[in-house]
């Protein structure tokens, strides 16, 4: 069956990215900008050291942060290399996309060249892809904006270069697989963005600092203003305060008009509240206008909707209070996909695309809560809402929602989960059934044709039990050759019926390579229940598949 590529993907490790990667923007000023930078990649990204070389006006890099070793920082920081330099080495060793990895076996001649550098000592690499102390990656850092015109150049050719990550000694003390590199090199672009945007910061700081100081220099510096938001990389627009029309637009820079596809002209209509998402809504109202971050969705001229960070400045006049209110707008929409697309790999199977078994646990638990409901009767489950729901707001945590009465209302919307108490025999109560599926006879597909073919079925599977389920239910891979549906609304006799559904949609031969091979299935009906925890309506319905196996000749359960 199918092989990891790379170590399993947590959730817990892309929020600790995510975390670092807002952290960049929240630095006050350029410096602590370029210092966060390398603290994220030690905290965020398993490396032990970290330093970021900033190019200078001339071209040269400095060494501006370092992070990770207060003796290699004491040496190396403010130190200068030339840019020549950094061009050679960014064109040696092996491109991983944007990033420039230099084995020791080539590196050796970079020792003697005008490039600050520290030395870490440590035995020869034991196995291929250990990490030596010689060797050498860099992740360049770029400024927002066109790529080159040449798709076949070198990497990087065409844009801004404004720095250098380089980064040592990861801690699992291995090359970085496809997942790490492909979170550095993501890392690279946000902390471009987020230096371009520090010095797009202070410009606007000192803009506006002269505007409230220097009456007689406010013509130089609205020009100054002016310029920085109309040439911005990102998104940038004026609104009114107070008043009738308190939120309007006033003016837009040409960044933010291109990312919705509107005219200047037309911006003017509305303002954010007209544009945003609706489910989004809540967030912008939240928003505060004196230093307010927040991440939303705003529409375009086309209907779609574009992932964007906003930052709120008041712009203030000292006799008459707030003026306008400045929001910039940076699209985010590439950097949500990849989180989305790694969520997505952390909780789904990589084989067959199902949800894997911490996604499965995770929607049974949303169901379950640790107070049994009493059920009093044949169709108990239908007694009405009073018996249904939940008001005690003492144990809201328990049932997973955690929502304040003042922001859910009366009473807690949790409706338990009940089961048929009839056994075999439909007593007309309607439950969340969980049918646990072994296939029958896989291992010898397995051992007598390889995984390659044992793959092949597995996929097979997973596609006739999804067809065979309907919109809502879920079905997912528990691991090897177990899946689990999730089916609600269902009887005691539903949920016999679906079992044989699914167990005659997986009889037919399957066929791999031109070979038509058949697994049978043994299918085990349990019912989730509040009172129950997620392991006890797994492993009954787990018993009851054994039982159900047992019960059936190895001819019979071959042949489905």
Same mark, same amino acid.
């Given at each position: ?158 844009? #801004? ?61 609205? #020009? ?61 109202? &939240? ?176 596609? &006739? ?83 159900? !196996?047992?019960?059936?000749? !190895? ?6």
């Amino acid at each position: 069956m199918e092989t990891e590529s790379e170590p399993y993907v947590r959730l817990a490790t892309l929020r600790q990215l995510h975390q670092v990667v807002a952290d960049l923007n929240t630095a006050r000023s350029l410096a602590d900008t370029l210092q966060a930078v390398a603290d994220g990649i030690v905290a965020g990204l398993n490396y032990e050291l970290a330093c970021v070389n900033l190019v200078r006006p001339d071209g040269d890099l400095v060494v501006a942060a370092f992070a990770g070793s207060p003796a290699a920082e004491a040496l190396i920081t403010g130190r200068v290399g030339s840019r020549a330099s950094w061009d050679r080495r960014l064109a040696m060793g092996e491109a991983w996309g944007d990033l420039r990895f230099i084995p020791h076996t080539e590196g050796w001649v970079l020792i003697e060249d005008d490039v600050p550098q520290w030395h870490t000592e440590g035995p020869a690499p034991r196995f291929e892809d250990e990490w030596h102390p010689h060797d050498r990656l860099y992740a360049p850092m770029y400024a927002p904006g066109a790529r080159s015109a040449h798709p076949g150049g070198p990497p990087g050719s065409g844009r #801004e270069l404004l720095g250098v990550i380089s980064v040592d000694r990861p801690r699992n003390g291995r090359h970085p697989g496809p997942w790490g590199r492909e979170a550095l090199q993501m890392y690279a672009s946000q902390a471009g963005i987020a230096i371009s945007n520090a010095r797009l910061r202070s410009n606007m700081q000192r803009a506006l600092v002269r505007l409230e100081r220097e009456q007689q220099a406010l013509r130089a510096s609205e #020009e100054s203003f002016r310029q920085a938001f109309e040439y911005a990389p990102s998104g940038m627009a004026i609104a009114e305060m107070g008043g009738d029309q308190h939120g309007r637009l006033l003016r837009t820079n040409d960044a933010l008009c291109r990312l919705l596809g509107r005219p200047a002209s037309v911006m003017r209509r509305y303002s954010f509240a007209d544009l945003v998402h609706p489910e989004d809504i809540g967030t912008l109202l &939240r928003t505060s206008a004196e230093g307010g971050r927040a991440e939303l969705r705003l529409g375009r001229r086309d209907g779609t909707y574009v992932w964007v960070s906003l930052r709120n400045s008041v712009v203030a006049d000292t006799a008459d209070g707030p003026r306008f209110l400045l929001t910039h707008v940076e699209d985010i929409e590439e950097r949500k996909r990849h989180e989305l697309q790694l969520a997505h790999r952390a909780s789904h199977d990589a084989l067959t695309g199902l949800p894997n078994s911490a996604e499965l646990r995770s929607r049974l638990s949303a169901r379950l809560c640790e107070r049994p409901f009493a059920a009093t009767g044949p169709g108990a489950s239908a007694a009405g809402p009073e018996s249904a729901y939940d008001y005690d707001y003492e144990h809201e945590h328990e049932h997973g929602f955690g929502f304040s009465p003042a922001a859910a209302g009366a009473y807690d919307h949790h409706v338990h989960t009940v089961a048929p108490t009839g056994g075999d025999v439909d007593d007309g109560t309607k439950g969340l059934a969980v049918l646990f599926c072994d296939l029958d006879g896989f291992k010898s597909i397995n051992d007598r044709f390889g995984h390659h073919t044992g793959d092949a079925v597995l996929i097979e599977v997973a596609r &006739r039990l999804t067809t065979g389920v309907r919109d809502g239910d879920t079905v997912a891979r528990l691991g090897g050759d177990e899946f689990v549906v999730l089916a609600d609304g269902l009887g005691a006799a539903d949920a016999a019926d679906l079992a044989v559904r699914l167990r005659n949609a997986i009889i037919p031969p399957i066929r791999v390579d031109g070979r038509a091979v058949r697994v049978g299935a043994s299918f085990g009906i349990g019912w989730a229940e509040c009172g129950m925890t997620v392991e006890e309506v797994l492993n009954s319905a787990d018993q009851r598949m054994y039982i159900e !196996k047992r019960s059936r000749s !190895k001819v019979h359960r071959r042949a489905g």
